[in-house]
């Protein structure tokens, strides 16, 4: 009987760890709807706090083929207060996209899990699934976003040990601008005072990235002019009444009447009939698709390849009840229905006006590469500002130019134009890409970041390389 005994609590254990040490229960079995694929996925929750009932929810996917000789790549969406999961993982870079109907996923044949594995984050507490039973913890800011962010990484490797001293690379897009590098810059803080384990941290890449508000926030009304959105009159006004280097996040009060008066007719002139993120993107129009899904129909709506609809349609899978169970999410039955941003979150709104430029100079002369990619289609952060601020931090860092700026290709195509600085700084642009890079152009997306991980820069070349 004690034998038998003995066994049982061995199966009880062996299964609670899963398989080579993963935690079963956060295995998901299958999402509703999903095609069938050859990689495995874990989705569930890691206690950060456990006296203020603080926990983060995440999204695991293993690399398609040989994901135990791959690297692990963390992405993190922006906002600040979207959602990674609805972002990241399911509208860009993830393996599956939203079918038309709302009710089941498409495969995404350009992952970023063809060469990594890639573990999506929901952060701060009260974005997406992620929670906290204490309310005063919905008050973030950058730095407990990072702290937070660092304690989950570490009790994350407590479930998957075996990613402990893999290759870590750290990626996002847009306010990720402020939460990759942080991140990064607590990690390095951590391995410093750290007498046992250390991060293998091995490079970090943002797209689109908000790194120093006023030189961002000129660079749009600039971006208007330059693509035609707006008349000579009213760029010309802009340029001459507003100061961006007293910009301030969510403050008006230092912006003079006159500038105020030239940014609200640039923005009336842009109009709502143009997606701010993707300027050559048509828009989708919430009644008819909403109806459609409601009535069980296909609403996918086509521009450029791309379906315009797809954030309406990922609200309404993730809504469903069946998918929550399969995801192992809303463990808590949280008052509110899932959304790409938060509605609960009051994040910092001093925290946006932090010069990130700073912290990506300790990063590139701790040795870790920095790659900062943009789409040329977004306004909202147009690679008009991030080139100036990498062109900067270069000069500011004495680096010199090793890739002079030129085209970069994909399947013959130009993919976009690319320079580097001292073998550790690069800027890329991706062509026809939006503020969101992966899901306007995955193809040319799934290259560059492949490139990035492999350590390969992009190539000057028609040739076709092993990425193509």
Known sequence: MKGCWLVGVLIVLLGSVGVKGYPSEDLIERLPGQPNVGFKQYAGYVDVDVNHGRSLFYYFVEAEKDHEKKPLTLWLNGGPGCSSIGGGAFTELGPFYPRGDGRGLRRNSMSWNRASNILFLESPAGVGWSYSNTTSDYNAGDASTANDSLLFLLKWYEKFPSYRSRELFLTGESYAG??????????????????????????????????????????????????????????????????FDDYVFADTHNVSASCNNAINEANEIVSDYINYYDVILDVCYPS???????????????????????????????????????????????????????????????????????????????????????????????????????????????????????????????????????????????????????????????????????????PNTTRPSIYD
């Open 178 to 243: 402020h939460y990759i590098p942080q991140l990064a810059n607590v990690l390095l803080d951590h391995n410093a005072h750290s007498n046992g384990f250390k991060f293998n941290i091995k490079g970090v890449a943002i797209g689109n990235p908000l790194l120093k508000l006023d030189r961002d926030a000129r660079a749009t009304y600039e971006y208007y002019w330059s693509h035609g959105l707006i008349s000579d009159e009213v760029g010309l006004a802009i340029a001459n009444d507003c100061d």
């Open 288 to 458: 008819i698709v909403e109806q459609e899904l409601k009535l069980k129909k296909m609403a996918t709506k086509i521009s450029i390849g791309v379906d315009v609809c797809m954030t309406y349609e990922r609200a309404f899978y993730f809504n469903l009840p069946e998918v929550q169970k399969a995801l192992h999410a809303n463990r808590t039955n949280l008052p509110y229905h899932w959304s790409m941003c938060s509605g609960v979150l009051n994040y910092s709104e001093t925290d946006p006006n932090i010069d990130i430029l700073p912290v990506l100079k300790r990063i590139v002369q701790n040795h870790i590469p920095v790659w900062v990619f943009s789409g040329d289609q977004d306004s909202v952060v147009p690679l008009l500002g991030s080139r100036t601020l990498i062109r900067e931090l270069a000069h500011e860092l004495k680096f010199k130019i090793t890739v002079p700026y030129g085209a970069w290709f994909h399947r013959g195509q130009v993919g976009g134009w690319v320079t580097e600085y001292g073998n550790l700084l690069t800027f890329a642009t991706v062509r026809g890409a939006a503020h969101m890079v992966p899901f306007a152009q995955p193809s040319r997306a799934l290259h560059l970041f492949s490139s990035f991980v492999h350590g390969r820069r992009l």
